[in-house]
Structure formats: structure tokens, C-alpha cells
């Protein structure tokens, strides 16, 4: 798993019949003695739950009631995934991983690191040791909003809440926003890192698909209605709106504001999150939500993990006030304030060094590794498989024939030491089996070539074993010949892809 | 005594041998043995012979561990190992070797097909699968030969989706089985040392196999099953047969199937290096029986030191 996907886990829809153990139950277990149970013997006269909130004390007990009773509800929606594990055989060295998700640190020059942390720790060691305000450090604010500047949204630094890496603002949103049941909607597929985060909040995900142009704001207003008839209303919208993680698209300038007046309309709050925004290649910046909308109804989540590094954990939010001071005292019951460590070591980097130069310079390794994995796939990929073409950000998304499973191809690609993410981790409602997100940030010019002809040749030899098994012809392409040619549909392949698609340079969508 | 957990490795079922391997630990640690964790890789047999452990716990999964070959490796190296012998776990590994050799003595399974990746790449074998559909009946479950914790497992209800149930059958081994739907309760029959500990009922609850398996709070069971006695009694007695006729030695765990309907019994499979999770069957029956998980894995270790009793 990276870093930033801990647990792509899907799973909701917990009845309320199942209840937790009271805490007479819990009491009970704690101080009983299960191993010398003189019950322990006797057989009990009906079915009885393994180890949740029914199950009778008299029943012989081992290790994990004792600690499973004392879980909470929302733990149940925690679980072991078969593709989590196989998730965790990705970190072999001998894999070449395009299952992360990751900046590439090893461009940051060792030397500045060194230069700024020292001048750091010369002039301010005892506040870098000390806690902290929990909205933040002022000295970081004014960097943080310039950062958004440089994406045209200007904002007034003091209304910044500066949290650990973005991530945190999705749990304190939650935090502050969800009860168990309540709707939230999101792209499908969604942020995989988020999924966990919704599980865990017990939230009702709605997912709306997506095309080249992101959010299909249309299939939006009918889900909105949808749930209008049924008398519930979502607690908030989740969109990456820029680079979308893990679909690689962008919502267009249209649907941006669309979806900010829909916001207004029908007073809904929106989670805007932008980590890539600034890593484009290509094409025209968009305003973000938040500027499109002042402030009224759009939540914003920024990072800096993306432009400076992951490891110093510096993310921030923007909501409007009531809000904010929500995800204050949240955030407080959380971790009282984020590490003023990093926070003035960012403060000192961006006084003594262009950050946008270091963005501009990881925005040049990046895209040309997206344009070797764009060639890659081109050359590598069977007929039959489509993906998208990221105008920036660290993803593509590859949608697949649909008699292919991406969880049981990882496992074949892992005997050929190669990795991705299956796409069903991106959804909470078992869709996006056939599918994958591919990473090019992380790895190198030459890993992407090797690793995406290996992932070529597992589809192909999948493609051709599901053709010899189904007696249909036999599809074209993959990693055996030089790229693919014509748009042949492979057998079964009903073309219904969540996000827009591109097969060997030719744009075919679902808009 | 000093005693080398043997665990992870590069098995597709890494995670949950991990999960045995912590909890034999902390056991051992606390029976007061000198415990060393080893995490099978390329340097495993320098490792051991460096470490010269007075005893192996086999807590691996999957591959390489189940299958035989560190098995047959310990044999090599002269250390003691827990569990069966490399040739009884080679049988229980590979789910065709084991219904065959249950067939031969007599002990009924769940009609299956084995076919190969290569019979249908050379040999046109999906044109005998209208054959087999017929023969076998929908439902029918489809599963890779050799794999464990029911990946790659699915349930098929038509024959349109025979073929991509096979292609993800075959994404964890070479050989797939697709093999008649037994409507029945799920019993899981733990043998120790020759003796079968109090039957357990599984009743699974959603569709994700894997999930239910090992997330503590997912699967609900019952042990000791509510069952009759005759069945409990016809249940173990089987459960020890298979136990015996795949040559296993100090423990397993037997999966049978009570047909709703007829009450007939199948063994489903054996697993000759059962999981010890805290969601695993087998430490839940040793429980019931009044056997804690400590005194468990002393007793493993235990059978693992005594004198081999002749070939397996």
C-alpha cells in the first residue's frame, strides 16, 4: 500500500439490528476469566456470534473476544481485505510498484534540506521543539496562501487552518459534518485513501461517474433528486476537481461552475480537494471551486505534499467559519496542532528558496515520465483496454475488457514482480473490477516502460485465456506487437467505462 | 528451548501467515522459550543453519510453506518442525491430489472437474465445458487447484459465466477446479494428535471469503456445533479418516459440508498447516476443549519433537 492509500477497503451498509455490546457485556467479559469458565463445556443451544455484541458470557472465549467485544461499531466496517494483502506484497523490492502514489523525493536537493534545517533549528529551535497554536503557526499562513495564489485563489492567510497533510482535513470534515447514515457523495471511483475515512464514519457514499470532463454533473443533479425523494440530503460533496486521483481527469471550467451553483442552490457543502493542482503539463489552469464560489459553500483542501514533501505531513483547509472552528476543537481532540517542526521548516524553506522553481522542476521529470508511460501503454496494451490522458497530476486510469478482474490480474502480475491498483478500491459499491490505477511520479522513465509491458502481457495472456476458454476470436495487441491499431472491442467488451478513454492516441467517451 | 516461528514469505497469503506467526510468538515467549521470528526469504536456509533452532513452528501460508517445501527443506537441514511431513502436505496443498487420494480411501467429496490452463490453450478443453456444466450442475464453484484462503474462489450460477470465473481461478494457479455446490452447513473438524477437538459451525454471513476469514468480528460460528449426535460423531470420524489417508501428522483442520438436505457429509478439503489467527477455527475448537491457545501451541511444539513415526 502507499503511503497516502492506507486502506482501500470498501464496505458500508451496517444495519442498525447489529448492535454493539452493551457496556454491561464489555464489563463482564473484562472481568471474567474465559479460559477457566466452567461453562466453558457446555454446548450453547443456538448459533451465537463469533465475537459481537450478542454472544452470551457462558461461552468458551479466546484471545480475540476478549478484544473484539470491546471494538467499537464503526471498527466493523474495518476490514481485511484480500486485496489489501495483496496490496502489502507490492513493497518487495523486486516489484516495480505502480501502485503508489507518491512525489518523488529524490529530487529534493539533500543540501537545501540540510541548509534550511539548520538555519531553522539557529533561529528558532525552542519554538520548532514547542507545541503549537492548533489553527496553525502564523509564519506558515501567508505561505500557504501564496501557494494558492499561485493558482489565482486569493485568500486572507488568517482564515487558514493548517493541518496534517490533506488527509486530516477529510477526517475533520467528517469529524465535524457525519453521522452514521448520512450521505456523501464523490466521483466514482473516488480517492481511495478517502474510502477508509468515509467507512469509518459510517458515511452512505453515493459515487457519480465521471467522464473525460470529470464529475458528470448531469448524473449529479439526478442523484440529488433521487435522494430528495427519499427525504435525505447529502451532508457534503467530495471532488478532486484537478487531476482527479485515481481517474487522471479534470472537471471542466462548465460543470465547475455548475456544480459551485448547485452548491448554492440547494445549500450543500463541497469538499474541494486540490493536491495536483499545480503540477500541470499542459492545457489552461482552472479556477478552483473555492474561488469560484468565495468561500460560501466550498470546503478546501490543500497539501503540500505533492509540491514540497509528503514526509513533513503540512496539508490545510479553508471552510467557512462555523465550519472551521468545528474542525478546530476537532482537530485539537486529535493531535493539538501539527508538527511545528515541519510547519517552520516550511516557513524558512519558502524564505530562502523558490518553491515554484522546485515545482517546475519536478512538473518537467513528471511529465515526461507520463509521456513515456502514455507510449508505454500505447505499445503495450491488448485492444480492448482504454485509458485516460492527464493533463497533469501522478495518474492514468486504465479501464479493461470487462471479463477481466484487476484484483485476481494483481495477483498474476505479482508473480511477474509488477503492481497497480485495482480500480474496485476506489469504490464503495463493488464497481471498478475492471480496472486500475497506474502511478509515474514514483518510478522511472525506464520502470514504467518495463513495468507497463509486463502488465501488458499478464492482460494479453488473460485476454487470450478468456478467448480459448469462451471459444470467441482471439483479441489483438498487447505486449507482443508494436501498439495497438484499430478500436476492435474485444468479446463481452460493452464499452462501459466510468471515465473517458483513450485507445492508442484515439479518443473514444462516454460524455 | 530455542524456537524458529517460520512466517510471511512472498505467498500471495503473506499477511495472514504474519497473524499466526505474531500470535505463536507471543505464546512461546510466554511458555518461556527463546523465540526468534524468521520471515522466509532468500537467505531462509543460512539463516537457519546460523540459528540452529532445537525446533521449527511452521506458521506459514500458502506457497512454499504449505506445500511442502520448507518442509522438505527442515527435513534436509535436520531440524524438528510442527505439522505434517513435506509429501502430506503436498497432497492437502494441491486440491486435486487430495480428493483423489480421499476417493481412493473411500471418503466421499464434492463431484469435481480439474482442468489446466494448458488443456484449454492446446487441447480445446472449453469445448467439454457444456460437458462439465452438465455433469456437475449449476451453482458450481470454480477455485485454483493450489491456493488458499479462498482466493480466486468463486460461485457460479450460469454457464456464460463459467469462462471469466476460470480466468480468475487461473490467475493463482495453473490448475482449476470447478466442482458441484454443496447446500450445506459448513463444519470445520480440528484434529490434534490424532484426536478430533469439538466441531465447528460456520455460518457465513456476506460474499467476501476472505473478508469474513479474517476480520475479527466478520464470521459468526458455533462451537461446539448445535448438531445431532450421530452427525457430530459421523463428522469427526470422517474428519480423522481424511486426516489419516492424506498421511498428515500432529494436526490439521478438516472442512466438511452436511448437505441441508440429505445430511450426507463431504470433505471439502484439508489444510495441513491450519491458521492460527485470531479469527482461525482450530485454536477456537482447542478452546472449547479446554485447551488454551498456550497450551496449544506447547503441544504442537511438543508432537513436533517426538520421534518421527514411519514416512508420511
Not at chain 1, 524558512?348 to 513528471?366: C, L, N, P
Request: glycine fraction near 10%; include cysteine; charge should be negative.
Amino acid at each position: 500500500m502507499t503511503v497516502e492509500d492506507q486502506d482501500p477497503t470498501p464496505s458500508q451498509g451496517v444495519g442498525d439490528d447489529e448492535r454493539r455490546p452493551t457496556a454491561a457485556a464489555a464489563a463482564a467479559e473484562r472481568s471474567g476469566a474465559p479460559a477457566a469458565d466452567p461453562a466453558a463445556a457446555t454446548p450453547p443451544a443456538r448459533p451465537v456470534p463469533a465475537f459481537d455484541g450478542h454472544t452470551p458470557v457462558q461461552r468458551p472465549s479466546g484471545d480475540l473476544e476478549r478484544y473484539a467485544r470491546l471494538f467499537s461499531q464503526r471498527t466493523r466496517v474495518m476490514k481485511t481485505s484480500a486485496m489489501r494483502d495483496l496490496m502489502a506484497l507490492t513493497e518487495r523490492p523486486e516489484v516495480i510498484s505502480l501502485a503508489g502514489g507518491l512525489a518523488d523525493t529524490t529530487l529534493f536537493p539533500a543540501e537545501d534540506l540540510a541548509k534550511v534545517l539548520s538555519h531553522m533549528a539557529a533561529g528558532d529551535s525552542a519554538r520548532a521543539l514547542q507545541y503549537g497554536p492548533t489553527e496553525g503557526l502564523a509564519e506558515i499562513r501567508p505561505c500557504l496562501a501564496e501557494v494558492m495564489a499561485a493558482e489565482g485563489t486569493i485568500v486572507d492567510p488568517d482564515e487558514i487552518l493548517v493541518t496534517s497533510g490533506g488527509q486530516q482535513v477529510i477526517d475533520l470534515v467528517c469529524k465535524t459534518l457525519v453521522d452514521p447514515g448520512d450521505v456523501v457523495v464523490t466521483e466514482g471511483p473516488t480517492y481511495p485513501g478517502a474510502v477508509p475515512t468515509f467507512s469509518a464514519y459510517e458515511a452512505n457514499v453515493v459515487q457519480i461517474e465521471m467522464d473525460e470532463d470529470g464529475m458528470r454533473i448531469d448524473l449529479l443533479e439526478e442523484a440529488l433528486d433521487r435522494l430528495a425523494a427519499e427525504g435525505r440530503r447529502p451532508k457534503f460533496i467530495y471532488t478532486i476537481p484537478t487531476f482527479q486521483n485515481p481517474g487522471g481527469v479534470t472537471m471542466s471550467l462548465e460543470r465547475r461552475r455548475r456544480l459551485v451553483q448547485i452548491a448554492h442552490e440547494q445549500q450543500i457543502l463541497v469538499l474541494e480537494d486540490n493536491p495536483y493542482g499545480l503540477l500541470r503539463y499542459e492545457g489552461e489552469a482552472l479556477p478552483t471551486l473555492l474561488s469560484l464560489d468565495g468561500g460560501r459553500f466550498v470546503i478546501y483542501a490543500g497539501t503540500l505534499s505533492k509540491i514540497l514533501s509528503p514526509g513533513i505531513r503540512v496539508g490545510w483547509a479553508l471552510a467557512p467559519a462555523p465550519v472551521r472552528q468545528k474542525m478546530v476543537i476537532g482537530k485539537a481532540g486529535s493531535d493539538l496542532n501539527s508538527s511545528s517542526l515541519s510547519q517552520l521548516f516550511v516557513a524558512y524553506y519558502f524564505r530562502e528558496r523558490d518553491w515554484r522553481d522546485y515545482v517546475r522542476q519536478q512538473a518537467t521529470v513528471y511529465q515526461a515520465r507520463r509521456d513515456v508511460m502514455l507510449e508505454a501503454l500505447t505499445r503495450h496494451m491488448p485492444d480492448g483496454t482504454t485509458w485516460t490522458r492527464p493533463q497533469g497530476g501522478l495518474f492514468v486510469w486504465l479501464t479493461l475488457p470487462e471479463q477481466i478482474d484487476t484484483t485476481d490480474l494483481l495477483a498474476r502480475a505479482l508473480q511477474h514482480d509488477v503492481a497497480f491498483v485495482p480500480g474496485r478500491g476506489a469504490f464503495l459499491d463493488g464497481r471498478g473490477g475492471n480496472s486500475m490505477r497506474v502511478n509515474f511520479s514514483g518510478v522511472t522513465e525506464d520502470e514504467i516502460r518495463e513495468g507497463v509491458s509486463r502488465i501488458g502481457s499478464v492482460i494479453a495472456e488473460q485476454l487470450e485465456l478468456y478467448a480459448s476458454i469462451a471459444g470467441t476470436p482471439r483479441p489483438r495487441g498487447g505486449s507482443t506487437r508494436g501498439g495497438s491499431s484499430d478500436p476492435v472491442a474485444s468479446p463481452g467488451d460493452t464499452d462501459r467505462s466510468i471515465v473517458p478513454l483513450r485507445t492508442a492516441g484515439r479518443r473514444r467517451g462516454t460524455a | 528451548m530455542r524456537v524458529a516461528v517460520l512466517q510471511g514469505g512472498r505467498s500471495l497469503e503473506r499477511q495472514v501467515s504474519l497473524q499466526t506467526g505474531q500470535r505463536v510468538e507471543e505464546s512461546l515467549r510466554r511458555l518461556g522459550h527463546e523465540v526468534h521470528g524468521v520471515d522466509i526469504d532468500h537467505a531462509f536456509v543460512r539463516t537457519l543453519g546460523d540459528l540452529r533452532p532445537d525446533v521449527a513452528f511452521v506458521a506459514l501460508h500458502g506457497e512454499d510453506g504449505e506445500d511442502g517445501t520448507v518442509q522438505e527443506l527442515l527435513e534436509v537441514l535436520g531440524i524438528p518442525y510442527t505439522g505434517s511431513a513435506p509429501a502430506a502436505c503436498e497432497r492437502c496443498w494441491d486440491k486435486v491430489v487430495a480428493k483423489r487420494t480421499l476417493a481412493g480411501a473411500g471418503i466421499a467429496t464434492p463431484d469435481a472437474v480439474s482442468v489446466s490452463e494448458s488443456a484449454f490453450k492446446q487441447l480445446g478443453a472449453a469445448d467439454a465445458l457444456v460437458l462439465v456444466g452438465e455433469r456437475i450442475g449449476f451453482p458450481l464453484v470454480v477455485k485454483p487447484s493450489r491456493q488458499g484462503s479462498a482466493l480466486g474462489l468463486r460461485m457460479v450460477q450460469r454457464a456464460e459465466e463459467v469462462p471469466a470465473a476460470l480466468v480468475a481461478a487461473l490467475s493463482y494457479d495453473d490448475r482449476v477446479l470447478l466442482e458441484h455446490h454443496v447446500d450445506g452447513r459448513d463444519l470445520s473438524v480440528s484434529v490434534l494428535d490424532d484426536e478430533t477437538l469439538p466441531v465447528v459451525e460456520v455460518h457465513p454471513r456476506g460474499v467476501d471469503p476472505y473478508a469474513e476469514r479474517y476480520t475479527i468480528g466478520e464470521t459468526t460460528f458455533t462451537c461446539p456445533a448445535d448438531l445431532d449426535a450421530a452427525t457430530i460423531a459421523a463428522a469427526e470420524d470422517l474428519a480423522l479418516r481424511a486426516f489419516h489417508a492424506l498421511g498428515c501428522r500432529g494436526f490439521a483442520r478438516v472442512d466438511l459440508l452436511a448437505d441441508r438436505v440429505t445430511g450426507e457429509l463431504t470433505v471439502l478439503e484439508v489444510d495441513a498447516v491450519p491458521g492460527l489467527t485470531h479469527t482461525s477455527y482450530l485454536p477456537v475448537a482447542a478452546e472449547a476443549a479446554g485447551i488454551g491457545f498456550d497450551a496449544l501451541v506447547a503441544r504442537l511444539v511438543e508432537l513436533a519433537l517426538q520421534p518421527a513415526s514411519a514416512g508420511a
